[in-house]
């Protein structure tokens, strides 16, 4: 299966802290995405790092990249209760275009 | 302006029928997808679509085709309808298709909730 893995399945946090949510998965890649998915909607696109970068940052967001063991970590700093949601990573591989989707990571902030 | 646009969002029907999903987008993007979300949120790809290319994922059933009137489109038909069809489906959209690989996000449409009783 082309399919990543998440870790944690679910985490709960109170609001201010940080979240980390990692992603690791099983080809070669030319990018990792990851994407919000709120609670019956559709997914909503954060952040996008390419094979060649290690890091990237959008706001409260850090995303980190090591393609040497093939994984992932998405930051969340400062979180707050409208972060709830569930975080998924994706990846696209090299000479590919589709997006392969991780198992996600159910994000509760508590208030 | 919705982006993605997915039409029904709800879908009801009983086990044999054919029902149709729409999907259309309004950004210029060159390829679209359908992808089913099943009740453990794993989302998998069943088809993406230029105008040049279909690609099918071998594991979708031959019930289920896609059909695209034009660029902005891309509808999805689903017939004989069994009960492990039931699930969310998200069309979305990106910009290039490149052989250079995907450098772009995609926007998902808001999801169809497709259950067969």
């Known amino acids: 299966s082309q399919q990543g893995e998440e870790d944690p399945q679910a985490l709960s946090i109170q609001e201010g802290e940080n979240a980390t949510m990692n992603c690791s998965y099983k080809?070669?890649?030319?990018?990792l995405q990851w994407y919000r998915q709120n609670s019956g909607r559709g997914l909503v696109h954060l952040i996008l790092?390419?094979?060649?970068?290690r890091e990237k940052h959008s706001g409260r967001l850090r995303v980190t990249l090591d393609t040497s063991k093939k994984s992932s970590s998405l930051l969340i700093t400062a979180s707050r209760a409208a972060d709830t949601a569930s975080y998924f990573c994706a990846t696209t591989q090299t000479g590919a275009n589709n997006l392969f989707f991780g198992t996600g990571t159910r994000l509760t902030v508590i208030p | 302006d919705t982006a993605v646009s997915q039409t029904p969002k709800y879908l009801v029907t009983q086990m044999g029928n054919d029902k149709s999903i729409k999907c259309e987008q309004n950004l210029g993007h060159d390829t679209m997808y359908w992808y089913k979300q099943d009740s453990k949120k794993f989302l998998k790809i069943m088809f993406s679509y230029n105008n040049k290319e279909l690609i099918i994922n071998e594991t979708v059933p031959n019930r289920f085709s896609p059909k695209s009137p034009d660029k902005a489109h891309l509808n999805l038909h689903i017939n004989s309808l069994e009960l492990g069809d039931s699930a969310v489906y998200f069309c979305?959209?990106?910009?290039?298709?490149?052989?250079?690989?995907?450098?772009?996000?995609?926007?998902f449409g808001s999801g169809t909730r497709l259950t067969v009783v």
């Open positions: 790092i390419r094979s060649n970068e």
């Open positions: 080809t070669s890649i030319n990018n």
């Open positions: 979305a959209s990106s910009q290039d298709r490149g052989t250079t690989g995907r450098n772009y996000g995609y926007t």
